[in-house]
């Protein structure tokens, strides 16, 4: 049952006020000198409060201007017994829901109270909402370097500006971008991520823009681009760096003039939607190697965060650990095992080339092969391992190849987490011939 407390002197006007609603629509907690809220509002899940703007020697403004700085959620209606236009105004700067007259109507008072929990509800629960995106999108560990990370994007997402997020693989660009998005303004409305380098060349641009029916063989029927899906909210372009430089010439438009145009179509669309990039790549390099082009990077690039690589955040590695033990766990109903010291300060003196991605990957590989209940060491497969292992491959042509195909198969999984509909995109090939390839392996 939702609660209202009530700050007035008036008994006669407690007794209006409670009389317009049912004993089971709403709990009312009294205060008739104004020295009691800061009390109650500690003990109890108040959502409303009615403040008398005098109460004897307490200034009504003054108790609202406290309660707006230390519970900022609460909605406060202001109630004068004056006409007092200064009062008023002052009172609505101050941060009050709305501010009520005695003799007040019935009706009005009625209206703004329901009107108030409303807000309260809508506020509390989007808030929640949020709380909860943001905790499944989080880098785990409170080290120095994404510490400073987090505050960064806690500012940019305040705002519109366009950021570009760079950093290696397995870092978290994405994680970032969703982090940018749920901070800001934007985050009830559409979230939708494209990775532009697993998108084979010739589909990206239909993709993004979306096509009318009839635009080319194929297009049996109208269908909307990822600009328009992420209308009022975000779309973020991975691997940016990967786009061929025809498509980037018409990103760089849509960022200008703020609209699309469908293939097949000459009417422009007008979007309104906030872009975030990230990339992997050296893209002043890649300019210089008329790669990408210098215009678009200035028009993405309003501001820029640099994710830090694993190696640089060894103190988060504890964290992290424990966090895919316990996911995996969970989600395989498996019993949580104990971590020998030994093992975890292997894996503090491991550089992580492949970074966050690389460390659940061992987790996981770890968990699948563990006898019994005790973790005494985490198995790394490093690069040079890998590599050794090719130069003793032997035999036929035939055989060395398909050796050679099947160990990077499985390696490109492992990146993609096991996610076989991204392998086949990235290979440019079906889907079901991905499957018959490794069945041969």
Known sequence: MEKILIVDDDYGVIESITSLFTNDEYEFLYDDTGKR????????????ILLDVFLGDVNGVDVLEKIRLQYPEKNVVMISGESDIETALRSV?????????????????????????????????????????????????????????????AKVARSDIPVLITGENGTGKEIAARRIHYLSERAAMPFVAVNCASIPKDLLESELFGYRKGAFTGAIHDKEGLFVKAAKGTL??????????????????????????????????????????????????????????????????????ELPPLRERKDDIRVLTGKF?????????????????????????????????????????????????????????????????????????MEVKKELLCGYLQNRLDALQGNRKALADELDIHVNNLYRLLREC
């Open 325 to 397: 033990i316990n996911e995996y766990c969970y989600n395989n109903n498996l019993p949580l095992p104990s971590i020998g010291e030994q093992a975890l300060r292997a894996l503090n003196t491991y550089d992580f080339p492949g970074n966050v991605r690389e460390l659940r990957n061992i987790v996981h590989r770890t968990l699948v092969l563990l006898e019994g209940n005790h973790i005494d060491a985490f198995i790394i497969q490093k690069k040079q391992q890998v590599k050794t292992e090719r130069t003793k491959i032997k035999g036929s042509l």
């Open 236 to 305: 973020f372009l991975d691997e940016i760096g990967d786009m061929p430089l025809a498509l980037q010439s018409k990103i760089l438009r849509v960022l200008q003039e703020k609209e699309i145009t469908r293939l097949g179509d000459t009417q422009p669309v007008p979007v309104a939607v906030r872009v975030l990039s990230a990339t992997n790549q050296d893209i002043n390099r890649c300019i210089a190697e008329n790669r990408f082009r210098e215009d678009l990077y200035y028009r993405i690039n309003g501001v820029q965060i």
């Open 93 to 153: 700067r101050a941060g009050a829901f709305d501010f009520i007259e005695k003799p007040f109507s019935k009706s009005k008072l009625r209206v703004t109270i329901k009107n108030s929990i409303a807000d309260y509800r809508n506020r509390t629960s989007s808030d929640q909402f949020q709380k909860e995106l943001l905790s499944s999108h989080t880098f785990g560990g409170e080290s120095e370097p994404i510490g400073k990370v987090e505050k960064f994007i």
């Open 37 to 48: 809220v800061f009390e109650l509002l500690e003990k109890e899940d108040i959502n409303t």
